[in-house]
T-cell receptor, first 113, second 111 residues
Framework: AQSVAQPEDQVNVAEGNPLTVKCTYS??????LFWYVQYPNRGLQFLLK??????LVKGSYGFEAEFNKSQTSFHLKKPSALVSDSALYFC???????????FGKGTRLSVIA | DTGVSQDPRHKITKRGQNVTFRCDPI?????LYWYRQTLGQGPEFLTY????????KSRLLSDRFSAERPKGSFSTLEIQRTEQGDSAMYLC?????????FGAGTRLSVL
């Protein structure tokens, strides 16, 4: 069965520093991987996806993620964090086709000025 | 606003009452999904429609839950005889391609 793990409940970063939010997955076959962000009282917003192709994918708001098949990871990164990046981040995975998305538990990112 | 809209945003009900939520997807999206999110957890899949056909239901969707999408546009999620364990955020999403667009959700509190 497919699953996603976000090992950190909380990540604290100083503004201007690089940030990494970790995600590992377990799925047989080729995964479709996604990152979503959730701000208070808002729905989940799509950030980026990996379907196929380059292992480094770039998304919204300067975020990027690297697909690492050998480590079954898809960590979210940003070179320079902003206070406005503070939010709840979710990694999600599914198979090809239109199988349901499986989400991780989320990681709360706090960027401190 | 051309995003996914959900109504109501908040619902407080007493245990045993029935509640119904509505989701209006992005107009050209033929796929619609319902998820449930509890505190400290990621969204959990409940059910999925392609046009008006309900193609998949999670085991989380007990007999007290029913979802419809009668004309392939908006969808409703009804919970009958609500229980305190039903308290959660109910999220709707729609898609035309690989990624979903989510609404802001309906927060249900069962007292």
């Amino acid at each position: 069965a497919q699953s996603v793990a976000q090992p950190e409940d909380q990540v604290n970063v100083a503004e201007g520093n690089p940030l990494t939010v970790k995600c590992t997955y377990s799925v047989s076959g080729n995964p479709y991987l996604f990152w979503y962000v959730q701000y208070p009282n808002r729905g989940l917003q799509f950030l980026l996806k990996y379907i196929t192709g380059d292992n480094l994918v770039k998304g919204s708001y300067g975020f990027e993620a690297e697909f690492n098949k050998s480590q079954t990871s898809f960590h979210l990164k940003k070179p320079s964090a902003l206070v406005s990046d503070s939010a709840l981040y979710f990694c999600a995975v599914r198979f090809s086709g239109n199988t349901p998305l499986v989400f991780g538990k989320g990681t709360r990112l706090s960027v401190i000025a | 606003d051309t995003g996914v809209s959900q109504d109501p945003r908040h619902k407080i009900t007493k245990r045993g009452q029935n509640v119904t939520f509505r989701c209006d997807p992005i107009s050209e999206h033929n796929r619609l999904y319902w998820y449930r999110q509890t505190l400290g957890q990621g969204p959990e899949f409940l059910t999925y429609f392609q046009n008006e056909a309900q193609l998949e239901k999670s085991r989380l969707l007990s007999d007290r839950f029913s979802a419809e999408r009668p004309k392939g546009s908006f969808s409703t999620l009804e919970i009958q005889r609500t229980e305190q364990g039903d308290s959660a955020m109910y999220l709707c999403a729609s898609s035309a391609r690989e990624w979903r667009y989510f609404g802001a959700g309906t927060r249900l509190s069962v007292l």
